[in-house]
């Protein structure tokens, strides 16, 4: 293989070197006899020499390959040659009477590949100088003569012969075009010799050998300076009018020129950069010798150990806590500061003289001021907030508040998670938020081992530090959504930090020393108890928040709602209008959930429009009534249907994690060849209970109710819980089902307006059930006011806030005979 740098070759034997010397020997006299000659004929040597070449060049070439860059005319370049494959071309080379062969540059890269259509068909005639054998390998020192061109290959085969067409160099008229083109060259390689010292070895040697006034020479020369692609340098080659031939190199040199002055650029900014961090060193080191001097050298442990002093002298250290910080110190100032053991013990001091040891806030116990907050920042639930006030009133006689765990229950967008900032902001305290919700790895609650890399305190200490007090209000939040994993069980790891009688020596992993977390106020809110597990729930006093009436939404969308979202869209509140009937309309039909979150998108979705007829061009303001609702909103979502009725038809109460909500309850006779009973609608597992509990209840008590004995024989019953889609369960539509049974057996239609709530037994007791006050509200949201609820929710109902139960009319009832009574 041959290279236009260097390139591997098997060596030929001692007596084919000793040839290839006496051949060298044969070129010289040969040199020197053509230059004889040239003298003889008066002319300059330059265009003697290239007479001479004309003469001698031989009509046949042989050929060796080159694989990197081509070779130009002119050049004196010592190659290496791998023998292997190419011993018979390198005799033939020297066995030639003059020494001269062709140099052509190949397409690909692989260098056995000897097709013709793989050589270019331009290359330079080169004189073989010497051979010198090094190893394995043979160095020859090759000058370019001349370009030539390939008329036809003489032979295919090793060693490679082809026929050529020469392209000597004429003379040249100095015209001033030419001049330019050569002058601008120049200045070029001018102005990379100072960027490349490489270059201004090479000039020397060029300018010994050519002028500058030699054009020819001159672009091939400036073109082998470059780092230019094969094919780029290749096009040079094959380029035989020597304006357009300079004009290409002179494109090159430019391409060249950039690229050195963008690295000598990078090179002086690495040095500058350099530069300066080795001042800033030195001034450093002289620094620290001037402080030694002075006597006020501190180096980073001295300085960190008085900064953990300074924070010190503010808090009030338990005598343990004092003694691991001692002990801790000490151990800092023997460490060396590049140890990872030093990172470690630097990074527990930092935590533990960050926590706020016995730094509390003053309590604000005005009940009156607590008042006004709650009323300003919510509407309604005013059995909430005289809990709220209770706790303050029962705070400000003890002198702290503490000791108590609030849970806030009820749907989503109640206004939990505001309820709990509004507490702080009544008692001027600093609030803390995160959410347990997802958390699978109980390290989050309690920390990690200082021993883990990367390891941290838990939520609780870090809400601590982030305070700076140490009876912040702290929500959990969503913490009937707490998980559990092959990391633990975080619900468990709660249960210290929320006993009151644990808490005051809550210990931290990574601190590994005991907080006082009894100051605390701790509020969780959730969507339902269930899945709360029982210890929790058992050290927390809960407070249900149910949903809102029609009326209560109004005044929340009126005072809070609207003025939000017209802040979001850029609008004044002049600029669009809602009526009380247009909001009363978008939540019948649009936001019927028990919570007002749906509400405010709602409100945001038409004040987006509005804002957008506003940049159209129409004028403010923007009138939303209940003619144009549906241009903003869409159609509506809930429709307003009644409860249905009918025979075999009748209304339940029922309560989901969003709310209440009515449910209406079918039985139909489906044939009468065999007996049968069945139930579709998604039930789980308790309704299906129910359902045949009240079955059989029918069956057994069918002549009390006057049903014909043999109506049930062979009949098939189908039960159906309309809304299939949603999972429906929970023991709370017993006495619904039996009635709707019962309508069918008599055939008789419920008496008009009622709905009932109340699980049964198998001997007719009407059982309690849960949820009142969202049933309530689900009733009174489609205008039924007749209930029937069971006797020992009594006391549920009374509880309820008098703008709930006006003018709702409970019937309490012990046994099923009373609700047979009232229906039938």
């Known amino acids: 293989m041959t290279d236009a740098s260097d390139t591997d070759t098997e060596s030929v034997n001692n007596e084919q070197t000793t040839e290839n010397q006496d051949t060298e020997h044969t070129g010289e006299?040969?040199?020197?006899?053509?230059?004889e000659k040239a003298k003889e004929t008066g002319e300059d040597g330059d265009n003697a020499s290239l007479i001479h070449y004309k003469d001698v060049l031989p009509s046949h070439l042989h050929i060796l390959p080159l694989l990197n860059r081509p070779f130009f005319p002119g050049q004196v370049v010592p190659l290496l040659i791998e023998a292997e494959g190419w011993k018979k071309t390198i005799k033939a080379i020297v066995e030639t009477e003059h020494q001269v062969f062709g140099l052509i540059l190949m397409h690909n890269e692989d260098i056995k590949d000897l097709r013709q259509e793989n050589f270019h068909q331009m290359g330079t005639a080169c004189r073989l100088h010497r051979v010198i054998k090094e190893d394995d390998k043979l160095q020859i020192l090759v000058e370019g003569l001349q370009r030539?061109?390939?008329?036809?290959?003489?032979?295919?085969?090793?060693?490679?012969?082809?026929?050529?067409?020469?392209?000597?160099?004429?003379?040249?008229?100095?015209?001033?075009?030419?001049?330019?083109y050569i002058l601008a060259v120049i200045n070029t390689i001018k102005e990379l010799l100072p960027l490349n010292p490489l270059y201004g070895e090479e000039l020397k040697i060029f300018l010994d050998r050519f002028g500058a006034d030699d054009p020819s020479h001159l672009g091939d020369f400036a073109a082998s300076l470059t780092t230019s692609s094969k094919q780029e340098l290749q096009n040079i080659l094959e380029t035989l009018p020597i304006l357009k031939r300079l004009e290409k190199v002179l494109q090159l040199l430019n391409q060249e020129l950039q690229t050195a002055r963008a690295q000598e650029q990078i090179r002086q900014q690495v040095e500058s950069k350099m530069d300066k961090q080795e001042r800033e060193f030195l001034l450093r080191e002289q620094l620290k010798v001037i402080q030694k001097e002075l006597g006020l050298e501190k180096d980073d442990r001295t300085s960190e150990l008085e900064k953990f002093q300074e924070r010190l002298k503010k808090l009030k250290l338990p005598d343990a806590t004092a003694k691991v910080i001692e002990e801790e110190t000490r151990k800092l100032s023997m460490l060396e500061t590049g140890s990872p053991e030093y990172t470690v013990s630097r990074n527990y001091l930092d935590w533990l003289t960050l926590m706020p040891w016995g730094v509390y806030s003053k309590d604000k116990l005005h009940i009156q001021k607590a008042r006004k907050i709650l009323d300003r920042d919510h509407e309604a639930l005013k059995d909430v907030k005289d809990r709220i006030i209770e706790f303050i009133g029962v705070g400000k006689l003890r002198g702290s508040i503490g000791g108590?765990?609030?849970?806030?229950?009820?749907?989503?967008?109640?206004?939990?998670?505001?309820?709990?900032?509004?507490?702080?902001?009544?008692?001027?305290?600093?609030?803390?938020?995160?959410?347990?919700?997802?958390?699978?790895?109980?390290?989050?609650?309690?920390g990690h081992r200082r021993t883990?890399?990367?390891?941290?305190?838990?939520?609780?200490?870090?809400?601590?530090?982030?305070?700076?007090?140490?009876?912040?209000?702290?929500?959990?939040?969503?913490?009937?959504?707490?998980?559990?994993?092959?990391?633990?069980?975080?619900?468990?790891?709660?249960?210290?930090?929320?006993?009151?009688?644990?808490?005051t020596d809550f210990l931290d992993h990574y601190l590994d020393v005991r907080f006082d977390l009894s100051k605390v106020l701790f509020i969780c809110t959730a969507n339902q108890l269930d899945t709360i597990p029982p210890p929790l729930l058992d050290r927390m006093e809960t407070i249900h928040l149910s949903g809102y009436l029609t009326s209560?939404?109004?005044?929340?969308?009126?005072?809070h709602l609207l003025r939000r979202q017209l802040e979001k869209t850029g609008l004044k509140k002049t600029d669009v209008r809602f009526t009380d009937a247009t909001i009363c309309q978008i939540i019948e039909q649009y936001a019927r959930e028990a919570g007002v979150r749906t509400l405010?998108?709602?409100?945001?979705?038409?004040?987006?429009?509005?804002?957008?007829?506003i940049l159209e061009g129409e004028k403010p303001p923007?009138?939303?009534?209940?003619?144009?609702?549906?241009?903003?909103?869409?159609?509506?979502?809930?429709?307003?249907?009644?409860?249905?009725?009918?025979?075999?038809?009748v209304t339940g109460l029922a309560w989901t994690a969003l709310g209440g909500a009515i449910m209406s309850i079918e039985a139909r006779r489906i044939h009468g060849y065999s007996r049968g009973f069945k139930l579709t609608g998604q039930?789980?597992?308790?309704?299906?209970?129910?359902?045949?509990?009240?079955?059989?209840?029918?069956?057994?008590?069918?002549?009390?109710?006057?049903?014909?004995?043999?109506?049930?024989?062979?009949?098939?019953?189908?039960?159906?819980?309309?809304?299939?889609?949603?999972?429906?369960?929970?023991?709370?539509?017993?006495?619904?089902?039996?009635?709707?049974?019962?309508?069918?057996?008599?055939?008789?239609?419920?008496?008009?307006?009622?709905?009932?709530?109340?699980?049964?037994?198998?001997?007719?007791?009407?059982?309690?059930?849960?949820?009142?006050?969202?049933?309530?509200?689900?009733?009174?949201?489609?205008?039924?006011?007749?209930?029937?609820?069971?006797?020992?929710?009594?006391?549920?109902?009374?509880?309820?806030?008098?703008?709930?139960?006006?003018?709702?009319?409970?019937?309490?009832?012990?046994?099923?005979?009373?609700?047979?009574?009232?229906?039938?």
Request: hydrophobic share 40%.
């Open 600 to 613: 405010e998108k709602r409100l945001g979705a038409a004040c987006r429009k509005a804002a957008i007829k």
């Open 452 to 503: 883990y890399i990367g390891a941290m305190p838990g939520k609780f200490i870090q809400a601590m530090k982030e305070v700076g007090t140490a009876n912040p209000v702290i929500m959990l939040d969503e913490i009937d959504k707490i998980g559990a994993s092959y990391h633990g069980d975080p619900a468990s790891a709660l249960l210290e930090v929320l006993d009151p009688e644990q808490n």
């Open 683 to 824: 039930l789980g597992d308790v309704m299906r209970e129910s359902a045949e509990i009240a079955y059989s209840f029918v069956l057994s008590e069918s002549a009390r109710f006057g049903i014909s004995a043999d109506y049930f024989e062979k009949a098939l019953i189908h039960l159906h819980v309309p809304a299939g889609a949603t999972p429906k369960d929970g023991p709370s539509a017993g006495i619904t089902m039996t009635s709707a049974l019962i309508s069918l057996g008599l055939n008789k239609t419920i008496k008009h307006g009622f709905a009932m709530t109340g699980e049964l037994s198998l001997t007719g007791e009407v059982l309690p059930i849960g949820g009142i006050q969202e049933k309530v509200i689900a009733a009174r949201r489609v205008n039924i006011f007749k209930l029937i609820v069971p006797h020992a929710n009594k006391g549920d109902f009374e509880e309820l806030p008098e703008h709930i139960r006006e003018g709702v009319h409970a019937h309490f009832v012990k046994n099923y005979k009373e609700v047979f009574k009232l229906l039938f």
């Open 148 to 180: 030539f061109r390939i008329e036809s290959w003489v032979t295919q085969k090793q060693p490679l012969v082809i026929q050529p067409h020469y392209y000597p160099e004429e003379k040249h008229d100095k015209v001033d075009e030419l001049k330019a």
């Open 552 to 559: 209560e939404k109004l005044k929340i969308a009126k005072k």
């Open 404 to 446: 108590t765990i609030l849970l806030l229950v009820g749907p989503p967008g109640v206004g939990k998670t505001s309820i709990g900032r509004s507490i702080a902001d009544a008692i001027g305290r600093q609030f803390f938020r995160f959410s347990v919700g997802g958390i699978r790895d109980e390290a989050e609650i309690k």
């Open 622 to 649: 923007i009138k939303i009534s209940t003619k144009n609702l549906e241009d903003y909103l869409g159609r509506p979502v809930f429709e307003k249907e009644p409860p249905l009725h009918g025979i075999g038809i």
């Open 29 to 35: 006299e040969d040199t020197g006899k053509t230059e």
